[in-house]
């Protein structure tokens, strides 16, 4: 049970105190860790000054479509004389970081947490996964808010479904898709247990065919509305490119990523708990140029190249990488299989992978801390899920249950590790918030019945009569 609150709207003053608290630990990380904002790992930067500087979409004066566009745009957004500070991509991230608290608190209230809902919210605070993604340049700390927004526009819709909701509902998941793509089978999930939800709410026969057209009407009304924010990016990439792309060309590569040879052969022999180094896939993807068929030998044994180059346009290089993957993974079905395992568990893996011989024992101790911090953490979740499960798909915790089945089955496939299930985190750690008050109201109702039992125990040893010699 959690506390039964008359309204699903918090106090006023409870709000401003989650968003002050998120704040100052927010700022008071970032602060901390700011060297790391001057990094550029996925330019993400680049293609943001670029975009403002040239009006061009892209890390050079070539367009590209290898990133997806919401979080570029932000940054372009930010920029002063054509350049991103370091220190507005931190106050992003801060301001980010902190909206995302205050949705996960509102969404807890609405599920009637009670002060447990202050919990939730301090879970994803101090989450290891998203104050580490707040300092570098790339979209996950964005990525986890839109999640958190389309939980939110959800379970607004599921508690008054109507139009204007689910079109609001389909704006946030339109911008979810283009933060990352990642997000698009929610989407598809989501616009199908609309119909499936609102067909199970209809009460009577008679009025079934009524309440199913209506239902329909609202996965329309949210995928429409989905699509018409996603559709300038397939537009621009029709016009620019002439293939109407929904996605990214990065998608390709990423399959590629962890499916190859050498990452098998990495699966087949190496110690448990290394980490895989893809230099030599870095070695063959530069080798593209010269194959004209993923078939070619030349990419299991490479030698000098005496052909020219082939010249191919990046959605080209995407579609050969899609190719390249399917045919190592026709070559080795067994092992593309067990790779599917290890890409699920490493999404849900709970401590880093030791990165150097040479580990510092901070280094050491922080993912020991982490190990712990999310050990806990999906024991309260799992706990949640089996005190909740009568309910489990019913709205509002399907929608959550449904991001991570589309996550987690999108990362089967595409390369994986800890930081991708990071827009996950706030409805975790909603569940976790909801384990912790079952775990506790089940320890309590059993201390009261127990000490029941002994008063009563009591009362009939006082009431007895005694026994007395004859």
């Known amino acids: 049970m959690v506390d039964e609150t008359p309204s699903d709207k ?18 008071a990380f970032v602060v901390t860790m700011a060297d790391s904002l001057n990094a550029d790992p996925d330019a993400y930067r680049r293609i943001a000054e670029n975009l403002r500087q040239t009006g061009v979409y892209g890390s050079t004066s070539s367009p590209t479509a290898f990133r997806p566009p919401l979080y570029p745009v932000l940054l372009a957004g930010l920029a002063v004389n054509g350049e991103v500070a370091p220190s507005a991509v931190g106050g992003l991230h801060v301001l980010c970081g902190v909206a995302t608290v205050m949705l996960t608190f509102l969404l807890a209230y609405q599920r009637q947490l009670g002060r447990w809902a202050f919990v939730a919210a301090a879970l994803v605070a101090i989450d290891p ?25 959800l379970s607004w819709w599921s508690a008054r479904p109507s139009f204007s909701r689910a079109v609001l509902a389909g704006v946030v998941f339109g911008l979810a898709c283009l933060c990352r793509p990642t997000f698009i089978p929610w989407l598809g999930l989501a616009a199908l247990v609309m119909v499936l939800l609102q067909r199970k709410q209809a009460k009577e026969m008679v009025w079934l065919e009524s309440s199913l057209r209506k239902s329909i009407g609202f996965s329309i009304a949210f995928l429409l509305s989905a699509t018409l924010v996603v559709s300038p990016w397939v537009v621009r990439n029709y016009y620019v490119f002439g293939v109407p792309k929904v996605t990214t060309t990065h998608g390709g590569y990423t399959v590629l990523l962890g499916n ?10 190496a110690p448990r708990g290394t980490t895989w180094d893809a230099t030599e896939l870095a070695t063959m993807w530069e080798l593209r140029r010269y194959s004209a068929s993923p078939n070619d030998l030349m990419w299991n044994l490479p030698h000098e190249i005496s052909t020219p180059p082939i010249d191919r346009t990046e959605f080209e290089d995407d579609d050969f990488a899609y190719s390249l993957a399917r045919r190592h993974i026709k070559d080795e079905t067994g092992m593309f299989a067990y790779s599917c395992v290890v890409r699920v568990a490493r999404l849900w893996q709970l401590m880093p992978y030791k990165t150097s011989d040479s580990e510092s024992t901070a280094r050491l101790l922080m993912r020991v801390f982490t190990g712990c911090w999310y050990s806990v953490l999906f024991v309260l979740a799992i706990g949640a899920i089996v005190a909740r499960r009568t309910e489990a798909l019913c709205s509002p915790l399907v929608w959550g249950l ?7 089955g999108v990362h ?22 909801q384990g912790a008050a079952w775990i506790i109201n089940r320890f309590d109702v059993n201390i009261r019945r127990r000490g029941g039992r002994e008063l009563s125990g009591t009362a009939l040893a006082a009431d007895s009569p005694r026994k007395t010699g004859g």
Do not use: D, K
């Open 10 to 27: 918090p106090p006023r003053a409870a709000v401003l105190a989650v968003a002050v608290c998120a704040l100052l630990i927010r700022v």
């Open 129 to 153: 996964i998203l104050l580490n993604q707040s300092t570098l340049v790339m979209t996950e700390t964005l990525a986890t808010l839109i999640a958190a927004a389309g939980l939110l526009a």
């Open 260 to 269: 190859n040879p050498s990452f098998y052969r990495y699966l087949r022999h």
């Open 402 to 408: 449904l991001l991570c089945v589309a996550f987690t």
């Open 412 to 433: 089967a496939l595409y390369w994986s590790n800890m930081r991708m299930r990071a827009p996950l985190m706030p409805f975790l750690c909603l569940l976790a918030a």
